[in-house]
C-alpha cells in the first residue's frame, strides 16, 4: 500500500470525537424495529415457514440491510427509517391473521394440564433445564451483524465519521460494538457454569485453566497471524487503538483463563456482577490516583510493553465486561430461575414473567450506575474511554446490552408466546424454530469464524479498492455485495449444519 494512501486511510480512522449516546441508541434501535416486522410477518402470516428463497431474501433485507441503511444513508434520519418499517406492521395487523390454524395445533393437550392450570411434573421434567432462547439468538445474531458491517462501512466516507471509533474520550456506535462483542461472549460462557452447578459437577482450577488454554489457543494464532498480515502488508492500522502489536483477536484470547481464575473466587463473592464491579471500580481508581492513565495515554513507546500499553490496560476493561455478560447469561439461560422452586408449581408465564422483572431490574442497575459514574452534577462526572475501557465504558456496554436483551425478550413474548408456553420439548423447538430468523440464528452459530470472515473480506476490499475516492452509490454497491457474501456463508453453514468452533 502505497504510503501517502496508507497515511490518508489512517488519518480517516484517527483523531475522532463520536457522537451522542442518543443517536447510538436511535441507530441500534433499527434492530428491534426490524424484528418487529419480522415477527409480525411470521406470527400473522407464518411468512418464514417453510423457508423459502422470498422468505430469505426477506430476511436478509430486514435484519441486514436495515442494519446497513441505518449506519450509512439513514444515519441522520433513523427516526424515519424505523416509521418506514413500523407503517406495513400496523397495516399487517389490521389485517386477519392467517396463523389460527397454527396455534390450535399447538394447544397444550388436555392431559398435560393440571386443575389448577398448572403443567404436570411429566411434562415440565421433559423440558431442557437449559433450553434455546430465541431472543438470546436475536440479540447476538443482530449484535454480530452490526459488527460486521461496521468493520468495512468505516473505511467509506459513507459511513459517518461520528460511528466510528473516537481517539481517546467519548462513544461511538464501533466502540459499543466491540465492547457488546465481549459482553454476548460472556453471556454465553455462563451456559457450562451452570450445567456443572446443575449436575453437581465441581471442577478443579487446573481443569477449567485447560480447558480455557483450548479456547485462547485458537485466538492467540489469529491474532499472530493478523499481526503477520498488517505488518507484512504494510496495511493501514490505527496503533493508539490497541498498540503496535495487540490487536483485539489477543484481548479474547487472554479473557478465557482469567475466568478460569476468577471462578475461584465466587465461593466468596458469589456474583459475578460484583466481581467485574469490584475489578472495574479497582482499575478506575487506579487510573485516577496514579500516573497509569497519562502513561497510556501520552508516555514514549520504548519498549514492547509500552508499544501494547492500550491493548494491555484495557483488558481489565474488557474482563470486567466479560464477566458483566456472565452474570446477565447465570440468570438468563436456565429455564428455572429459582432454584428451591418445584419446577411442576410454576407456568411457562411466570418463568417469563420473572425473566423479564430481572432483566428489568438489572438494566436499570446498571443504567443508574453509568449515570451515576459520569453525570457531572450528581455524580462522579467521569469520561467514557473505551481506549482505556475504563468504569464507564463498562457501565455503559453492561447497561445497553441488558436493555437490548430486555427489549428483544419482550418482543418475544407478545409475538411468539407458545415459546414459553411449551410443555414438551418437541413442541418448544418447533416453536422456537419458529420465532428465530434464520440470518440471525446464523450468525450466532458460527459468530466468530464469520467475525473472522468479515475481517477477511475488509482487508480483502481495502487491499484492491481505493475506498475513500468511492461515492455514496459505489459505496452502497459494495458494502451490499459484502453483506450478501457474508449472510451467504453464514446461512451455508447453518444449512450445511455446520459449526466451527474456536
Known sequence: MANSYKTLKEDFVSNLAGGSILEINKVTALAPVAIILWSTFQSRRSFFTPYTLIALVTDFLLNVGVILLATTLYS?????????????????????????????????????????????????????????????????????????????????????????????????????????????????????????????????????????????????????????????????????????????FFTLAFIPPFVALFQSFFSVIPSYALLSLLLSGIYQIVLETTNLKAFILIAPRTDVFSQNREGIFSFVGYLSIFLAGQATGMYILPRDLSPTTPAQSVTGYQRRMTLLRRLAFWSLTWTILFLCTTNYRYGLGLQISRRLANLPYTLWVAAFNTCQITVFCTLESIFFPAVYKAIDKTTEKKESERATSRVLKAYNRNGLAIFLAANLLTGLVNLTLPTLSMDRLQSMGILSVYAVVLTGLAVGLDLSDISIKM
Open 76 to 248: 441522520s434520519s433513523p427516526t424515519l427509517l424505523a416509521i418506514l418499517i413500523l407503517s406495513p406492521a400496523f397495516l399487517l395487523y389490521t389485517l386477519p391473521s392467517s396463523t389460527a390454524g397454527h396455534k390450535r395445533a399447538f394447544k397444550p393437550p388436555a392431559a398435560a394440564k393440571l386443575p389448577n392450570g398448572f403443567s404436570s411434573s411429566s411434562s415440565n421434567d421433559n423440558l431442557d433445564p437449559f433450553p434455546v432462547r430465541p431472543f438470546l439468538t436475536t440479540y447476538r445474531g443482530a449484535m454480530l451483524v452490526v459488527t460486521c458491517l461496521a468493520i468495512l462501512a468505516v473505511d467509506f466516507r459513507v459511513f459517518p465519521r461520528r460511528f466510528a471509533k473516537v481517539e481517546t474520550w467519548g462513544t461511538s456506535l464501533m466502540d459499543l460494538g466491540v465492547g457488546s462483542f465481549v459482553f454476548s461472549a460472556g453471556v454465553v460462557s455462563a451456559r457450562p457454569i451452570l450445567k456443572d452447578k446443575y449436575s453437581n459437577r465441581k471442577t478443579t482450577l487446573r481443569s477449567r485453566l485447560y480447558a480455557s488454554a483450548k479456547h485462547s489457543l485458537p485466538l492467540l494464532v489469529l491474532g499472530l497471524a493478523r499481526l503477520w498480515s498488517v505488518k507484512g502488508l504494510d496495511y493501514a492500522e490505527h496503533v493508539t487503538e490497541y498498540g503496535v502489536h495487540w490487536n483485539f
